[in-house]
């Protein structure tokens, strides 16, 4: 009976011990100062609603539902820091198209802009198809949404190395 309740212990412990600290047990204060900021509500998306498929909102496996920096980095651990604002998401902007494990960048209202990582491209002809994971996106949530790249409002992207091969083809 005693090894019973050992265990219930040590498994809510580790539970409560996930659930405080988020992707990879990084706590707040162990962040970048630009990482610590809290994040905007990007209350400009519904301008293209009707463009887009709103998905169901996620599991929070990355946490940082509030950051769409920090979740976006959890799911593409390479993405540079340094992106606060608008103006430092753009600079790292390096394809015209997307492929899966890269990650939008998008324009708000406000000066930090957006980021959302790139989880699935159907590049079936007309129209290609783009699905995000992302945080914040609808406030403090982490979300998906399903779309044309500029039915999701995506300027372009930021890719790993090694994501464009011969098969590129060119925008979507």
Not at 81 to 99: E, P
Request: with cysteine; charged share 15%; proline share 5%.
């Amino acid at each position: 009976m005693f090894r019973f309740q050992t265990r219930i212990v040590a498994l809510s412990l580790l539970s409560l011990s996930l659930a405080v600290t988020g992707c990879g047990g990084v706590e707040a204060e162990d962040l970048a100062p630009e990482e610590q900021a809290s994040s905007v509500d990007h209350a400009d998306h519904a301008d293209h609603a009707d463009e887009q498929e709103i998905g169901t909102t996620e599991s929070a496996v990355c946490g940082y539902c509030d950051n769409c920096v920090l979740h976006a980095r959890c799911l593409q651990p390479n993405l540079p820091y340094g992106l606060t604002y608008w103006s430092d998401k753009v600079a790292i902007i390096n394809s015209n198209h997307a492929h899966r494990g890269c990650v939008a960048m998008i324009p708000t209202s406000s000066v930090y802009g957006h980021v959302a990582y790139v989880a699935d491209v159907d590049t079936a002809p007309s129209p290609n198809r783009i699905t995000l994971r992302e945080a914040n996106w609808v406030g403090n949530t982490c979300s998906s949404r399903t779309g044309t790249k500029d039915g999701l409002n995506i300027r372009n992207y930021w890719c790993p190395a090694g994501s464009h091969t011969s098969n590129c083809s060119g925008p979507l």
